[in-house]
């Protein structure tokens, strides 16, 4: 049973950055694409960023030039590094894993920025 596991979360000051870090708990191959979502209350979920497995990279225009997505492969790991933190990014932020069989969700971890 393949689990992700996601942390980094928490509360921070508007300007301020935060890691999040998300990891498969058991072995997972051919993973296609890792990604992050993220969903505000009331609000659908939305992709903020996603590594392929060749490396090709995108971003959500919202976070652009602030959000930086990079990856583990050997360790099946990948993070998210948000800086210049504003409040709308306040949200629960979710990891994906995407393969050929199954798609793997984490649990969510709750980023709150406020001042």
């Known amino acids: 049973q393949v689990h992700l596991v996601e942390s980094g979360g928490g509360l921070v000051q508007p300007g301020g950055s935060l890691r999040l870090s998300c990891a498969a708990s058991?072995?997972?191959?051919?993973?296609?694409?890792m990604g992050w979502y993220r969903q505000a209350p009331g609000q659908q979920r939305e992709l903020v960023a996603y590594?392929?497995?060749?490396?090709?990279?995108n971003y959500v225009e919202s976070v652009k030039g602030r959000f930086t997505i990079t990856r583990d492969a050997a360790k099946n790991t990948v993070y998210l590094q948000m800086n210049s933190l504003k409040p709308e990014d306040t949200a629960v932020y979710f990891c994906n894993f995407f393969t050929p069989r199954n798609d793997y969700w984490g649990q969510g971890t709750q980023v709150t920025v406020s001042s």
């Open positions: 058991g072995s997972i191959f051919s993973i296609n694409i």
């Open positions: 590594i392929t497995r060749d490396g090709s990279i």
